[in-house]
Nanobody, 124 residues
Framework: QLQLVESGGGVVQPGGSLRLSCAAS????????IGWFRQAPGKEREGVSC????????DYADFVKGRFTIARDNAKNTVYLQMNSLTPEDTATYYCAASLQFTCGLRDRGYDYWGQGTQVTVSS
């Protein structure tokens, strides 16, 4: 069974950091483009970052550029999202998703598999 599991969320103060993990079971993540999305209460889901299959090109939403970094660890079949300089506006449930598209995108169209999400709360 193909499954994605996110972890690493929590409560952090403004300016703090978290690293989210997206672990796959039942398939090899390297064959997929992986996206990170988030959804805050009352808001639409939005793309945060993504990494393309094989070549590993990355993309970031403007509101996280310079603060977030996406990376793969193929040996662990896991994709990470390092989040630094967090602000209260980053508070949301974060989801990872997998797509067979060669080049990743920040729109959720084309992503076939989704994790259950992990909550990130930035608050003093």
């Amino acid at each position: 069974q193909l499954q994605l599991v996110e972890s690493g969320g929590g409560v952090v103060q403004p300016g703090g950091s978290l690293r989210l993990s997206c672990a796959a079971s039942g398939f090899t993540l390297d064959y997929y483009s992986i996206g990170w999305f988030r959804q805050a209460p009352g808001k639409e889901r939005e793309g945060v970052s993504c990494i393309s299959r094989r070549a590993g090109s990355t993309d970031y939403a403007d509101f996280v550029k310079g603060r977030f970094t996406i990376a793969r660890d193929n040996a662990k079949n896991t994709v990470y999202l390092q989040m630094n300089s967090l602000t209260p506006e980053d508070t949301a449930t974060y989801y990872c998703a997998a797509s067979l598209q060669f080049t990743c995108g920040l729109r959720d169209r084309g992503y076939d598999y989704w994790g259950q999400g992990t909550q990130v709360t930035v608050s003093s």
